[in-house]
Nanobody
Framework: QVQLVESGGGLVQAGGSLRLSCAAS????????VAWFRQAPGKEREFVAG????????YYADSVKGRFTISRDNAKNTAYLRMNSLKLEDTAVYYC???????????????????WGQGTQVTVSS
């Protein structure tokens, strides 16, 4: 099994940028596809972005396409979410998730991930 810890959240003004990190420990991180989800107050958790274990393919929700970039460094056992041009509606708790199956990543949130982190708060202010 793998343990995931998110970091990098915080308070940022609209139009600003943040980079979230998802540090993994436990089993070989490079065997896991990774995704970012978010949950805003009163809303359901939603898929944000995903990346294959190889980094070969990435997937994005329409709401963040062109603004967010998911990446990973398997040598550092870490995945990242670079968020640019942040909007008020990006305010949420952001979660990192991992699974060994590429099909889970390409499903863009329609299939359940095996492992989850505890989340990091991102607040965008006007």
């Amino acid at each position: 099994q793998v343990q995931l810890v998110e970091s990098g959240g915080g308070l940022v003004q609209a139009g600003g940028s943040l980079r979230l990190s998802c540090a993994a420990s436990g089993r070989t991180f490079s065997a896991y596809g990774v995704a970012w989800f978010r949950q805003a107050p009163g809303k359901e958790r939603e898929f944000v972005a995903g990346i294959y274990w190889s980094g070969r393919s990435t997937y994005y929700a329409d709401s963040v396409k062109g603004r967010f970039t998911i990446s990973r460094d398997n040598a550092k056992n870490t995945a990242y979410l670079r968020m640019n041009s942040l909007k008020l509606e990006d305010t949420a708790v952001y979660y990192c998730a991992a699974d060994t199956r590429d099909a889970v990543v390409s499903a863009m949130g329609r299939l359940k991930y095996a492992y989850w982190g505890q989340g990091t708060q991102v607040t965008v202010s006007s």
